[in-house]
């Protein structure tokens, strides 16, 4: 079955940037989604078909996809931006399934 | 407003059953393929089920294959999820989502409820 790797934590100071990558086995050739889970709470899309944001979605939120490597960037990274963010795609290989990444705890220090 | 409500929730033996409800409010339900997803406590997220506009098509996750049944009723706008022979594995926050379908084949989840909690234990 497909696996997708993420880092388990990422720190960021406020105003800085932090990226958040997702691997996966020639990843570049799905689409790539991305979901915000604050505590408590459920998950919110923030990026869907790689880079394309929903409505209501800061322009701080962006994302990219190539070869086995997807990425969320995160860019002047504020306070309510604490949150686990998991990736996400369609497996369509011999048995099709949703496939979520292990999940990044975004820490703002 | 989108919306999508979770309930059935709750506390049952191993080997039990239980039956979940997500009512959809805000859209025309009819027209989109519908999701379970889970969360076990402390963990990532798992898809669980799908179901297609007009429920000839479900597909599910090996792990709950022959014991969990996706179905939906379009003239009540609900979504359902009957859960049988359950195992303690399968304690976790369950979220009805909508799920995207196009022409790239299946996309994302959006939105999501709130989720309903089950927890199996004796």
């Known amino acids: 079955s497909y696996v997708l790797t993420q880092p388990p934590s990422v720190s960021v100071a406020p105003g800085k940037t932090a990226r958040i990558t997702c691997g996966g086995n020639?990843?570049?050739?799905?689409?790539v989604h991305w979901y915000q889970q604050k505590p408590g709470q459920a998950p919110v899309l923030v990026i869907y078909?790689?880079?394309d944001r929903p409505s209501g979605i800061p322009e701080r939120f962006s994302g990219s996809n190539s070869g086995n490597t997807a990425t969320l960037t995160i860019s002047r990274v504020e306070a309510g931006d604490e949150a686990d963010y998991y990736c996400?795609?369609?497996?369509?290989?011999?048995?099709?399934?949703?496939?979520f990444g292990t999940g990044t705890k975004v820490t703002v220090l | 407003e989108v919306q999508l409500v979770e309930s059935g929730g709750g506390l049952v033996q191993p080997g039990g059953s239980l039956r979940l409800s997500c009512a959809a409010s805000?859209?025309?339900?009819?027209?989109?393929?519908m999701s379970w997803v889970r969360q076990a406590p402390g963990k990532g997220l798992e898809w669980v089920a799908n179901?297609?506009?007009?429920?000839?098509?479900?597909y599910y996750v090996d792990s709950v294959k022959g014991r969990f049944t996706i179905s939906r009723d379009n003239a009540k706008n609900s979504l359902y999820l009957q859960m049988n022979s359950l195992r303690a594995e399968d304690t976790a926050v369950y979220y009805c989502a909508r799920a995207s379908y196009g022409d790239y084949g299946f996309g994302w989840f959006d939105p999501w409820g709130q989720g309903t909690l089950v927890t199996v234990s004796s």
């Open positions: 078909y790689d880079s």
């Open positions: 805000g859209f025309t339900f009819s027209s989109y393929w």
């Open positions: 179901i297609k506009q007009d429920g000839s098509e479900k």
């Open positions: 020639n990843i570049g050739s799905k689409s």
């Open positions: 996400q795609v369609w497996d369509s290989s011999s048995d099709p399934s949703y496939v």
